[in-house]
């Protein structure tokens, strides 16, 4: 191919791959679920290289997949079978460009991981609230192309409210340069958020100028163990009775995904003597004796069994920890059949009722295993395979068992993707879940950014 060889030239020696072996990581979705193939692998050091880059693919036509950290669950990043799409790394940009503190910003490359921006934040006694288990490996030009939530959106908002300015490669190779970090600007459309969440389909995020906080003063957080989701549901609202907006995350986890996550990492521990079939894990931002007297009050009253409130940081680094390995560890639990829904936070409790009924009539010995962000009425609703079934078996209902998730999603008001995009594996529903005049208008700034359909193809619409 000759377009092969010109990005090649582009992109200079260390800035490409096309050897099988190397390739493979790359091929392959996070849990195995999408595998595809590619000529090549590009992974341009600049803006400028990743603009030469999508021109050349541009005029021949060729389709190009943007690629951060690979953690996306939905088949995103991943090229399809054809052998002929590009993919298009973001991993050697990954520079701080420039931080100002008394702007409370900063302007990052988008290949640089979530937790380097934490860090560098956190260095300057500030705060950037984007939060999730993979914030090791995914970066924040995937975080944006998601418009990824996480633990801290109760407080602080996805990560599009993260954004005050954006700089993006059409597929034209044109530059958009939008890092203006203004908090106030009302000249035209907000460009920037067209791209937030368009997981690729519209352009390639290169840079982002993030907002900053405070670094939080009173950080105090505590394990709850509760009788029902409902009843975490209660206690959310009387700690923002209470306290304000002072709860910054609020997580369920069930004991199925607390037994799950101590499964297969002797160092987690389920902080409580006696089992409970619920689980809160909750971080305040106010100070420990006001919380205490607040949960002892609720002891009482709300359903709540008991409440352990983190002595230090190094045990609220512990619990955070059993919260952020449930996904890996439910890999070893076989199949997942995963679904990512959100519901109006009032109603979080019957719905979870509701679909465990359910999913048991079609699949009796399947695992549910609910966990998540509570605190935002989504909820990681995951079925696992039965121990006794074998994966072809247990995946034969597959299609029943999302479809009645689904369907039940939309009978409470609620979304089936809260989290995650659409990717490959959604677009059916996002064809049965959205308005004709919804997708229309998506479809129409699709064909008028891409008409050629060069990036990333086959995604989302
Ligand atoms: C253990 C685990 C826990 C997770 N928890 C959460 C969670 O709590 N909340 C949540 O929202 N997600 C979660 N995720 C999903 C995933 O981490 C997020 O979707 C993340 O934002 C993806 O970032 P990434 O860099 O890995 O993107 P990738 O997987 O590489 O890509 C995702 C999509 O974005 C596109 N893309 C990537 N970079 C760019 C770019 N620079 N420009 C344009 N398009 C781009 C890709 O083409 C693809 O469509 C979790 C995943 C794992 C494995």
């Given at each position: 191919m000759i377009v092969v060889d010109r ?144 633990i801290n959106v109760l407080r602080y ?305």
């Amino acid at each position: 191919m000759i377009v092969v060889d010109r990005l090649k030239a582009i992109v200079g020696a260390g800035g490409w791959i096309d050897d099988a072996q190397s390739l493979e990581p790359y091929l392959t979705e996070w849990r195995g679920r999408y595998r595809g193939r590619s000529p090549l692998l590009i992974a341009p050091s600049s803006t400028a290289e990743v603009s030469a880059s999508i021109k050349v693919c541009a005029e021949h036509g060729v389709g190009i997949v943007p690629q951060g950290g690979n953690t996306g669950l939905c088949g995103g990043a991943i090229p399809d079978e054809s052998n002929e799409q590009i993919l298009l790394s973001l991993n050697r940009m990954n520079n701080i460009r420039h931080t100002d503190v008394d702007d409370f910003s900063m302007v990052v490359d988008a290949g640089c991981t979530l937790q380097k921006i934490q860090r560098v934040a956190a260095d300057l006694d500030l705060f950037f609230p984007l939060s999730l288990a993979a914030e090791g490996s995914c970066q924040i030009g995937g975080n944006l192309s998601t418009n990824a939530g996480g633990i801290n959106v109760l407080r602080y908002g996805t990560a599009r409210a993260q954004v005050l300015g954006l700089e993006v490669v059409l597929a034209d190779g044109r530059i958009i340069d939008g890092l203006r970090s203004l908090r106030k600007d009302t000249a035209g459309y907000d460009l920037k958020q067209i791209f937030i969440g368009a997981e690729g389909t519209l352009g390639v995020i290169t840079a982002a100028c993030l907002k900053l906080y405070p670094r939080p003063k009173h950080c105090n957080t505590i394990f709850v163990a509760i009788d029902s989701a409902a009843a975490a549901v209660r206690l959310l609202g009387r700690m923002r009775a209470l306290l304000g907006e002072s709860p910054q995350a609020f997580e369920l986890i069930s004991s199925r995904a607390m037994r799950i996550a101590e499964r297969y990492d002797s160092t987690l521990r389920n902080p409580f003597d006696t089992a409970s079939d619920w689980y809160v894990l909750t971080t305040v931002n106010f100070e420990t004796s006001a919380l205490e007297n607040l949960l002892m009050s609720e002891i009482e009253t709300n359903g709540i069994i008991e409440a352990i409130v983190a002595k230090n940081e190094a045990e609220a680094e512990k619990m955070w920890r059993l919260r952020h390995s449930i996904s890996a560890a439910q890999k070893n639990e076989g199949a997942s059949i995963k679904h990512d829904v959100a519901v109006p936070v009032s109603r979080v409790g019957e719905f979870i009722v509701s679909v465990e009924f359910g999913i048991a009539e079609i699949s009796p010995r399947a695992r549910v295993v609910a966990f998540g962000h509570v605190g935002d009425g989504n909820i990681h609703l995951n079925v696992s395979q039965p121990k006794t079934q074998s994966i072809d078996l247990f995946l034969e209902d597959q299609s029943a068992i999302t479809d009645f998730v689904y369907r039940t999603v939309d009978r409470f008001s609620g979304t089936f993707s809260a989290e995650h995009g659409i990717g490959i594996a959604r677009k059916e529903h996002l064809q049965e879940f959205r308005s004709e005049t919804e997708l229309s208008v998506m479809r129409a700034i699709k064909s008028s950014l891409d008409p050629q359909g060069i990036m990333n193809p086959g995604k989302v619409l």
